[in-house]
């Protein structure tokens, strides 16, 4: 399921802190700078606080730049690239991996050119460029595999899914899920495998099979909550919200959205937010009125890479 952004897990945001690590001599102002930009965009970004997070992270980035540091340039590139995608800004994060592209090329950082190729690839798929997308996800996904990349390699598979299911090829995704999900257990990749379990569901529930949809999403929140991934959570919620109204329970639905909606609100994703609340009132609409929250038991986007 694409959520937001291919690199929201700390292994792919990166969040390598390259002058923060610095020991020996003293920092520089520069550098100083440079570390308690670091410590307070990851704050924010493990608190799920996004809107903040991509601030500092922009400070970050034009930290790096300014000292001329290519490795941190490129890991502040790859921050924003993911946050912006995860706030539905498709042009400051199509700008941000190109330039964590074009600087790890330079580099000859290979494992960064994937993940700035999957991020573009992320971007493509979001506009529904889905020819591109599926040609960037493809080549991930080769070179993934050469350099013996898990992470990259699930995420691309999970995308390559998402364009094929978008493309009406169900089989297809379906087969690459089933391998993400493999190599996910395997490696234990707890984020990845909670994508890829929500992936399946959705296609469950497209096709009208709720009951093992309803399986992996319970086994997704609990991988989310434990790892506390705020914006997989919410949308393993809004899509276990539309299993149950397929199954005819109204309150478990309503419930499900509220609380997508308020990790919505919280991260700062107010598309996500938005989408959520016209669910709530739809369903409120249908069942004739509001129903209090005494009462409830407790809509995402189709898919998510990581």
Not at 46 to 68: I, S, T, V, Y
Request: proline residues 3%; contains cysteine; hydrophobic residues 45%.
């Amino acid at each position: 399921m694409i959520t937001g952004s291919i690199w929201t897990s700390g292994r792919a945001l990166a969040l390598s802190t390259v002058l923060a690590a610095c020991s020996g001599p003293a920092l520089t102002p520069l550098q100083a700078q440079y570390q308690r930009g670091e410590e307070r965009a990851l704050r924010y970004h493990a608190r799920g606080e996004l809107l903040p997070a991509l601030q500092a992270f922009q400070d970050n980035l034009r930290w790096a730049e300014m000292a001329d540091d290519r490795p941190a340039t490129v890991t502040q590139a790859l921050n924003v690239g993911t946050v912006a995608l995860a706030l539905s800004q498709w042009a400051l994060a199509a700008w941000s991996f190109e330039q964590a592209r074009r600087v790890a090329t330079g580099l000859a950082d290979r494992n960064s050119q994937i993940r700035a190729q999957l991020g573009l690839a992320q971007v493509a798929l979001r506009r529904e460029r889905f020819g591109a997308a599926r040609a960037e996800f493809q080549q991930a996904l080769a070179e993934a595999r050469e350099i013996r990349d898990v992470a990259a390699t699930l995420v691309a598979l999970n995308g390559l899914g998402l364009v094929q299911k978008a493309l009406g090829e169900k089989d297809a995704a379906r087969k690459n899920w089933r391998e993400a999900e493999a190599l996910a257990r395997a490696a234990g990749e707890k984020r990845l495998l909670a994508t890829t379990l929500a992936n399946q569901a959705a296609l469950d529930l497209q096709i009208g099979d709720t009951r093992p949809a309803v399986v992996r999403l319970e086994e997704a929140i609990a991988l989310d909550r434990e790892i506390e991934n705020l914006p997989g959570l919410a949308q393993d919620l809004a899509l276990l919200g539309r299993a149950y109204e397929q199954q005819g329970d109204q309150p478990g639905a309503i419930q499900r959205y509220r609380q997508a909606r308020t990790i919505a609100r919280h991260t700062g994703q107010g598309a996500e937010f938005q989408r959520y609340d016209r669910e709530i009132d739809r369903l409120e609409r249908e069942s004739g009125g509001p129903l209090q929250q005494g009462q409830l038991k407790s809509f995402a986007q189709e898919g998510r890479s990581e």
